[in-house]
């Protein structure tokens, strides 16, 4: 699996943690919470148009190689569409 997906899904674990820590505070939730949740968002969204600019990058390596593309250059195509797929 791509090392940028494994890294989107900790992030994402991380803020379902600090956004139950907000619902918790409610209006009293501590600066330090509200910067850490919007930094995860922000990384997130870096991350995710990484991922899309690597799946367009191998989508015309692909299409270049035709039916001689490398193993590794489908599965890494397949595990970005796999991810797309599912949020």
């Given at each position: 699996m791509n090392h940028q997906i494994?890294?989107?899904?900790?992030?994402k674990r991380r803020l379902a943690i600090l956004l139950e820590?907000?619902?918790?505070?409610?209006?009293?939730?501590?600066?330090?919470?509200?910067?850490e949740i919007e930094d995860i968002i922000r990384n997130i969204k870096e991350i995710?148009?990484?991922?899309?600019?690597?799946?367009?990058e191998l989508m015309l390596?692909?299409?270049?190689?035709?039916i001689n593309t490398p193993v590794e250059v489908t599965l890494?195509?397949?595990?970005?569409?796999n991810y797309f797929d599912g949020i």
């Open positions: 494994k890294l989107i899904k900790i992030h820590q907000q619902r918790k505070f409610q209006d009293n939730t501590p600066p330090h919470i509200v910067t995710d148009t990484e991922l899309r600019r690597r799946l367009q390596k692909s299409a270049r190689y035709g890494e195509i397949e595990d970005i569409h």
